[in-house]
């Protein structure tokens, strides 16, 4: 059963499991830490700053910091007291009326409306009117009751400042940690993107142009990055805050707490709805970007052309029109995030605060009321600080629903068939070839090549010949297994190429293509190809064998010069020659050359042919040639028409046949004497 792409991105995460689950438990304690901040204001504006409105009870004397003098008495809160305090006389009470604060010689209580005339203070609640004899406190008077608040305010206040100080610790490695493993996941995951198009059958290649692959390799890969990140250091860290906070307002208020969690399935509706439009939109504009990709990489590599023909505004339009569709849905996809973003935030967020007003009623924000200001803080706190953690979340949406979509663009590569890479060394082979009832399509029932048989022993120099499209090539594609063939089996040395890895096939043959490609480096490293067993006096050897050293030598940095990608700066003749000091520095078994010479000039062909005549020795060596002037030495000619093999021998056999092979002949020398 093929996974889910949110199950494939999160195995990748486990990987690196050790890292995020550090990190995680470092983001738990930076919440908890965090979130204990209201909390303590709480605790300081009920208990402390609050708290000395309430009952007092007069003790005998003044046995500890919470015993308040006053008008020659000793007096405690009655919360306070304590088993070994010696209490006498009545309940005593301190309450705040305005500004002022009155000292009533009895117990009075605190709900209801109050108010004060001639120190006669009047309480009204819905059942009853009571008055009671009160005194006015001076400032000095007033002083007392709150000096024994002052050490716990501060303490709690230095508390809550060490442990936002902490959190600060904790958040930083929280942040490092998973940061680190984002790029850790992202790193492999290319790794293994890379590695597998390396194991994908190169006829895969053709029908993909290379900027869409290279665009699910960079492009994609980036926004699965910005995934990893924006998840686990924002959306993982806002529901972890999220929970913190439920948490803190459960222990608060339960009852409001679970009217609160209704935000949940509000969130998750949410997303479900963004996943739907979301994703249809990010399938097509990271379609569209892999096929600007590919327009781009097509536009550069035939500039020349594009500019020669006056095809530049043709070009434009091409692309504009890419442009123009990735522009609509990029306008479509701004439309629904504005939709579901900031402003939808803003109307749950007022919903909650209306409902936490009517939760309470009017009446909670009175005196006496059944809700103490530092509840009241605590839960405007909590609750403001809720939708910041569900604002986070939601402007996350686009680049989650972005990457899952490059997800399913990247696993979509990933799940391609391909082949492992088997490295491990076969003996180095003699070169026997044989060709045994071969038939070759590269689409379905369309045979290019059909029951060919041939045989080329090792050291002898084969040459296949024939008009465009007779399966020349398709021959070398067979015998160096960038294609199997549907019927027939290719052995050489008797052993079935299909017995060996592809890597093993390849390792003792060489090639030289009819368009040679260099990479960037030097001259040096494009003749090694970094290979360590290819030392650089073989290299250099080897480029003076096939004659590139006269070039060379002219050059400022000689064999280090630097090579541009695809060797721009060398004319063709000249990176056939380092292509073909490439083969030869591996000292292949098999030599293929396939239309090596046809695009060299007649001087550096004569340069390639001197070399041949020495490398030959003890190589069995494949030619694939347009012009037959350089076949003629061959000790094996076969001539191809139409995926058959229609005559074979050597030149003057042939010659002497006056067949297809000497038709083709008389047609070039006639060529050249039109020519000369």
Not at 326 to 347: A, E, G
Not at 436 to 441: E, I, N, Q
Not at 535 to 557: H, S, W, Y
Not at 665 to 673: E, V
Request: glycine fraction near 6%.
């Amino acid at each position: 059963m093929k996974r889910s792409t949110e199950r494939r991105l999160f195995d990748y995460a486990l990987h690196y499991k050790k890292g995020i689950l550090i990190g995680m438990a470092c983001l738990i304690i930076a919440v908890a830490l965090e979130l204990a901040g209201p909390l303590i204001a709480k605790t300081v504006i009920d208990e402390h700053i609050l708290g000395v409105e309430g009952n007092w009870q007069e003790v005998l004397i003044d046995d500890d910091k919470y015993t308040v003098p006053y008008d020659d008495s000793y007096y405690k809160r009655a919360d306070r007291l304590t088993e070994d305090d010696q209490q006498i006389g009545d309940s005593a009470t301190v309450f705040q009326i305005g500004t002022a604060y009155y000292f009533v010689n009895e117990e009075v209580p605190l709900q209801g409306e109050r108010s004060v005339e001639d120190n006669t203070i009047t309480i009204s609640t819905s059942e009853d009117t009571m008055t009671f004899a009160g005194k006015r406190l001076s400032l000095a008077e007033v002083y007392p009751f709150f000096k024994p608040e002052q050490g716990p305010i501060l303490f709690l206040l230095g508390l809550y400042m060490v442990l936002l100080i902490i959190a600060g610790f904790f958040q930083f490695f929280e942040t490092f940690l998973l940061q680190k493993s984002s790029n850790q996941i992202v790193k492999k995951m290319r790794n293994d993107l890379f590695e597998h198009t390396q194991r994908i059958p190169i006829n895969y290649y053709v029908d993909q142009p290379a900027g869409k692959i290279v665009a699910r390799i960079t492009n994609d890969t980036e926004a699965i990055r910005d995934l990893y990140e924006r998840v686990l250091s924002i959306v993982v860290t806002s529901v972890i805050y999220m929970a913190g906070i439920f948490v803190a307002l459960f222990i608060l208020d339960a009852k409001l707490a679970t009217m609160c969690l209704l935000l949940i399935p509000l969130i998750f509706v949410w997303m479900k709805v963004y996943k739907h439009f979301g994703t249809k939109y990010n399938t097509v504009i990271r379609s569209t970007i892999s096929e600007i990709n590919g327009n781009i990489n097509e536009a550069i590599q035939g500039m020349p052309i594009i500019q020669a023909f006056r095809r530049e505004k043709k070009t434009k339009e091409d692309f504009e029109v890419l442009n123009e569709r990735h522009f609509t849905y990029q306008r479509k996809l701004v439309k629904l995030s504005s939709l579901t973003s900031y402003n939808l935030v803003t109307v749950f967020r007022n919903l909650a605060f209306v409902g936490f007003i009517w939760y309470f009623g009017s009446s909670s924000l009175g005196v006496g009321s059944i809700i103490s200001i530092g509840m009241l803080y605590a839960f405007v706190d909590y609750l403001t600080r809720l939708f910041e953690p569900v604002t986070d979340i939601v402007n996350q949406l686009p680049l989650i629903e972005q990457a899952r979509v490059a997800g399913n663009r990247v696993f979509e590569l990933l799940d391609h068939d391909g082949e492992n890479v088997v490295n491990d060394k076969v003996d180095k082979y003699r070169g026997n070839i044989l060709f045994d009832h071969v038939s070759f399509a590269y689409n379905e029932g369309d045979y290019v090549l059909k029951d060919i048989s041939f045989e080329v022993k090792a050291g002898e120099t084969a040459a296949f010949v024939g008009h465009t499209g007779s399966g020349k090539s398709s021959i070398m594609n067979l015998l160096f297994r960038f294609y199997d063939p549907q019927k027939g089996t290719i052995t050489i040395d008797n052993y079935s190429t299909q017995d060996w890895s592809r890597q093993q096939v390849r390792s003792h043959m060489g090639i030289v293509l009819q368009d040679p490609f260099l990479f960037s480096g030097t001259i040096i490293s494009n003749v090694t190809m970094n290979d360590p067993d290819i030392t650089r006096e073989r290299a250099i050897q080897a480029l003076k064998e096939v004659g590139a050293d006269r070039f060379i030598e002219k050059l400022p940095n000689k064999y280090d010069e630097e090579v541009t990608e695809g060797g721009g700066t060398f004319s063709l003749g000249e990176r056939q020659l380092l292509s073909f000091a490439r083969a030869l520095a591996f000292d292949p078994a098999i030599l293929i050359l396939d239309e090596a010479t046809a695009n060299i000039d007649t001087e550096t062909e004569s340069i390639i042919q001197k070399a041949l005549d020495v490398l030959k020795k003890g190589r069995t060596t494949l030619v694939i040639a347009h012009r037959l002037s350089t076949v003629q030495q061959a000790d094996k000619i076969f001539v191809l028409d139409h995926g058959t093999i229609k005559e074979q021998g050597n030149h003057d056999k042939l010659i002497d046949e006056k067949g297809l092979y000497y038709q083709m002949y008389q047609m070039q020398q006639g060529r050249r004497k039109t020519a000369v």
